[in-house]
């Protein structure tokens, strides 16, 4: 395989993408072309070998992965909290994929740590911290565990040499699941009971902190959530903010869906007290449609990322630089060697400005609202509730069959089953793409989450078209 | 900003790439532009505004990102354990990130999870596990941080629903620096003195355990390293598998830069032990050339993977989905998202076969050779050891104006500034850039650090250039 066919190879990949509509799919391109894992096997040969592929080989394999992949650039893509990638920051990506770097050192990654810098000190800005650090990190789990490490390392600072071990029980305010990594069990992580639009409760968080307390326990970490995973709840920050202030509690903000909202003027203030967080996450490949993965932590206490993250590792990290070694990150991060997520998101905001980025998400929201609206008068929808915070419209679709019966168990077991049913059919026809939820502690069977994002830019006439789906499909039970 | 531009600047980027040669640096192109920080941002204006740039802006925009960004695709680049990217690696990259999906199920990832599967069976093959589980993960760090959890886990299964408070001083041998997140304290984190080739002494392992079973701490994971990142010692596997099995301990093997020889038939046996650890991590990113990230975690264990980490949330992993849910990754990952690292890995494998990488990876050793046996024979260069074990040649450059002299504390003291002085006019010239590092616990100062990898293809006419650019900056200094 000599040079020439590698660089035709590359000519290769950008014609397939162009000539399969990878990033403008058309109307009447499939948003999924389903098959079972089975058959998918027997359709695509995933067996690695000891031979080579030739170029054509390589290119029909190509061809199939994009065939049977999700078109996430499709208006039909309604299934996730994030949709399909803006092109301006995937073209960042080609960039520096080709540039092949880490963002440990300035020495290695001299543009990408100035860009890295000058993003942080953006958002920090525009979620209103004075001071502080941050980074970008391989995904919102891990952005979250930034912010309980370090809420631990503040109020024990000794964990860090001496670990949990001999320590009273720690107890955190969250729904995050990657706790017990830390060494924090499950059982110690309180979930707040939340009101009737999924936002934590702040006298039931103020009430646990006591009853926690009392029993010996040592609350450290409150996470409240702007945009929950399945209806987009924004918790009430500023209040959430005064109980923490009051009991010396770490404020962590998951904004990592919600985030978005604090880049339009005209719906920030559903974020208004972010300012008030000791830390707080933003995953800008969600609802911005940065390319996967794009998120970032930033927290508003100064040296304390580097404090408790070093390792001080001379061999990886050299203080008798020329440079000012100020600039490397590597040892304020958990990872040695870290993407150069920055790059998509600072390249989009030169191009777009933050003018732009509002008018994108003012256009998502304002498509939600209608999509909305439009099923609240709709026979058969039923919204789950009767606002939306973030983008997340969630409804029950009721079939003509269940319509006007006396709602009680069994027709609730039987609506649970509706989604799935008419999710099967639509993914398996390849029209359309939309997930569905139950949110049992709150006592709610199966229903639909639908999600509008900045990319592709969201039509109403692609809001129609998903109402008109479920109305087809509905038909298909 | 309208589609059409957009097109036209993915477009522009493609044109970007070839004009400037990012993916095949010329003779004559440097591998670097060096501007200390304060100038960089001089050069670049990295300023986030509320204004658009246009598209001859953003053109000069990324014109400049390249010039100042390093060349890794150079053969001048040595700096890392990574270097160039498998340019077919960097295609399925092109294409993937277009798609823009996440790992986390089979509905969203069809064919990505098959991929991701194929890749950890291979590479479980390789390694030589008959059973066990695996994924990809965002690097290094968090790949070895998969084993601790998994090791604390099967030891004492209540951490994940306990937490650590209660529980006994944990004790892990390894020389990672993450346990502190995990809520192993960096005291209970013992490093095990190594032989005069950097390798893990065995009799002390064991010492170690029996001392700290002695003082009432419980040893739970062991580390095995294979390729440090200095000087690539790997440690002596079979005995310390020897030791884990006679203590009960779960062994890890960081094979995060040396796992690549186990590619290569010719080169596999100094990795031959793998199969007897429990889990195991590998960096196709580094020697391979797989770009960045690309991190493989697998583990021994059946189920284990699934169990210590399922946070069992419908909301996200629905149960009830038309399809054999088990192909849904996302429970079995500390992350709720993953990026689909495992693609270009799969593609190179497709593309060369087991028999292009073998040839790749001796070429890469046979120049690393060439270069060891180059400059142990020429005057001023003093190799830290006589043999390599991965692909890191380390030596000390001695200026003509200390040769001969007293090797006494002071003269060591002048040593220790002549890879940093050379380094800084190496790089500011643009002609090279090869690392350095000191092991002060084992008494060695400053020595050059040269690592070859698979892409770009070094030549023994590659290794010549770095000898004759550090004989000629001596001049300089």
């Known amino acids: 395989m000599d040079t020439l066919n590698v660089f035709d190879f590359l000519d290769r990949i950008i014609a397939l993408i162009k000539e399969e509509n990878v990033l403008n799919p058309q109307e009447t ?72 770097t880490n963002q440990h050192t300035f020495e290695v990654a001299p543009v990408f740590t100035l860009i890295e810098r000058s993003v942080i000190e953006e958002v920090k800005h525009v979620v209103g911290y004075e001071e502080g650090d941050g980074l970008f990190s391989p995904g919102g789990s891990i952005s979250n565990m930034y912010g309980m490490v370090l809420a631990r390392y503040r109020l024990f600072p000794e964990t860090k040499t001496k670990g949990l071990s001999g320590l009273p029980t720690l107890v955190a305010f969250t729904s995050e699941e990657a706790t017990h990594w ?56 500023d209040e959430i903010a005064e109980i923490c202030n009051k009991h010396k509690l770490w404020l962590h903000i998951d904004a990592c869906y919600g985030g978005t909202l604090l880049l339009s003027k005209n719906h920030r203030q559903r ?48 203080q008798d630089k020329f440079y000012d ?12 060697g870290r993407k150069v997520d920055g790059f998509k998101l600072w390249l989009m905001w030169k191009v777009r400005g933050s003018v732009g980025f509002q008018s994108l998400i003012d256009n998502a929201l304002d498509c939600a609202n209608y999509f909305k609206n439009k099923i609240s008068k709709l026979e058969g929808f039923r919204l789950v509730q009767k606002n939306f915070e973030t983008s997340s419209v969630c409804f029950w679709y009721i079939p003509a069959n269940l319509r006007g019966k006396k709602e009680d168990e069994e027709w609730w077991q039987k609506m649970n089953n509706v989604a799935p049913a008419i999710k099967e059919k639509i993914v398996k026809s390849g029209k359309l793409m939309v997930g569905y939820s139950p949110l049992l502690h709150r006592g709610m069977y199966n229903f639909f989450r639908m999600i509008t994002t900045c990319h592709p830019v969201p039509t109403y006439s692609d809001m129609d078209y998903v109402i008109a789906q479920i109305q087809h499909f509905e038909k298909a039970l």
Request: glycine share 8%; net charge negative; proline share 3%.
């Open 29 to 100: 391109d499939r948003v999924i072309e389903y098959e079972d894992p089975e058959d998918l096997k027997i359709k695509i040969d995933f067996s690695l070998t000891e031979s080579c592929a030739n170029l054509d080989e390589l290119e029909a394999i190509c061809r199939n992965v994009i065939k049977y992949s999700i078109k996430t650039n499709s208006g039909k893509f309604h299934n996730q909290l994030y949709g399909g990638t803006d092109l301006f920051g995937l073209g960042a990506t080609w960039l520096s994929e080709s540039l092949n």
């Open 182 to 237: 830390l060494g924090i069990g499950t059982d110690n992580v309180i979930k707040i009971k939340t009101d009737d639009l999924g936002r934590m409760i702040p006298e039931e968080l103020e009430r646990q902190i006591v009853l926690n307390k009392s029993k010996g326990c040592v609350p450290f970490f409150v996470n409240a959530t702007a945009g929950t995973t399945v209806v987009g709840a924004i918790d009430p920050l």
């Open 271 to 318: 974020l208004g007290a972010s300012h008030r967080s000791d830390s707080f996450a933003w995953n800008p490949h969600k609802m911005l449609g940065a390319p996967l993965q794009c998120s970032i932590f930033i927290t508003r206490q100064n040296n304390i990322l580097h404090e408790c993250n070093s390792a001080s590792a001379g061999y990886l990290f050299q």
């Open 325 to 336: 070694v100020s600039y490397d990150t590597g040892d304020k991060s958990i990872q040695c």
